[in-house]
């Protein structure tokens, strides 16, 4: 099977779960499958780097930097769940970063539009929406209850 195939397939189902075990109201259990749809899957893609193939030692370098985020984060997600939001643009950029010069042989050759599609850009954008959106309705409220604190 494809190893991105199989990531998809694995990160699907964590993520399924986690919000099967969400409405379930176990919260330990669906931030556990939510989480494993990071580690989990990273061990998964630094175990299927080796033995790199001189052939594919592209396929193998993209598989080290995913795993080695994934597992990163997924670890940080279970076991420092408040610091997860801070460290989540630090993802995005190393993810994205890495895969566009790996895809483009280290900046050798040039930028195509289709490096997007396997990049971080889309949940970065989403990130940075819900960020920017709850700092207004934060600044929004503070002003509203303004002339009650004097």
């Not at 780097?49 to 995913?66: C, E, G, N, Q, R």
């Not at 050798?108 to 970065?124: A, D, M, Q, R």
């Amino acid at each position: 099977m494809d190893l991105q195939v199989t990531v998809f397939t694995f990160q699907s189902v964590f993520c399924f779960l986690g919000g099967i075990f969400a409405i379930l109201r176990n919260s330990i259990m669906a931030k556990f499958w939510i989480a494993s749809a990071f580690h989990i899957v990273g061990v998964m893609e630094i175990v299927m780097t080796f033995p790199i193939d001189a052939l594919y030692y592209k396929v193998a370098l993209w598989s080290l930097f995913w795993g080695i985020a994934d597992l990163s984060y997924g670890l940080v997600l279970q076991f420092q769940e408040h610091r997860a939001m801070h460290l989540l643009p630090v993802y995005f950029v190393f993810t994205t970063f890495f895969n566009i010069a790996i895809g483009m042989d280290w900046f050798k050759n040039p930028f195509k539009f289709e490096f997007i599609g396997t990049t971080s850009y889309v949940v970065l954008a989403i990130w940075s929406y819900f960020l920017f959106q709850r700092n207004y309705l934060y600044r929004k409220a503070v002003k509203q209850i303004e002339p009650d604190r004097r």
